[in-house]
């Protein structure tokens, strides 16, 4: 059975950093496509960052430039480091993970990703 649990969350202040880290147990994150998902109160979940099978990753452009996802597989984590954060950026950050073939591009649907964690809060 596949758990995804986030860590890292917490305030900064606008131009700060935080990493937000998603531990993956029950299978390798390699095997998966993931994605990092935010909601702020009153709004639709919404896709930040994803990770293919391959390595290659793409961004929300409120994101890009500022967020960088990565993966490592000796600790089976998934990473969102978040850099010159803008209170905009405030929500609650969800990992997400989906198993699919070693080419496929997920792209940042929620509807597509089948395992979540529980969310990490980040305010700013």
């Known amino acids: 059975d596949v758990q995804l649990v986030e860590s890292g969350g917490g305030s900064v202040q606008a131009g700060g950093s935080l990493r937000l880290s998603c531990a993956a147990s029950?299978?390798?994150?390699?095997?998966?496509?993931m994605a990092w998902f935010r909601q702020a109160p009153g709004k639709e979940r919404q896709g930040v960052a994803t990770?293919?099978?391959?390595?290659?990753?793409s961004y929300h452009d409120s994101v890009r430039g500022r967020f960088t996802v990565s993966r490592d597989s000796t600790q089976n984590t998934l990473y969102l480091q978040m850099n010159s954060l803008k209170a905009e950026d405030t929500a609650v950050y969800y990992c997400a993970a989906v198993l699919c073939s070693p080419f496929a591009r997920p792209g940042l649907l929620p509807g597509t990703y089948n395992l979540w964690g529980q969310g990490t809060q980040v305010t700013v």
């Open positions: 990770i293919e099978r391959s390595g290659d990753t």
């Open positions: 029950g299978r390798p994150v390699s095997s998966f496509c």
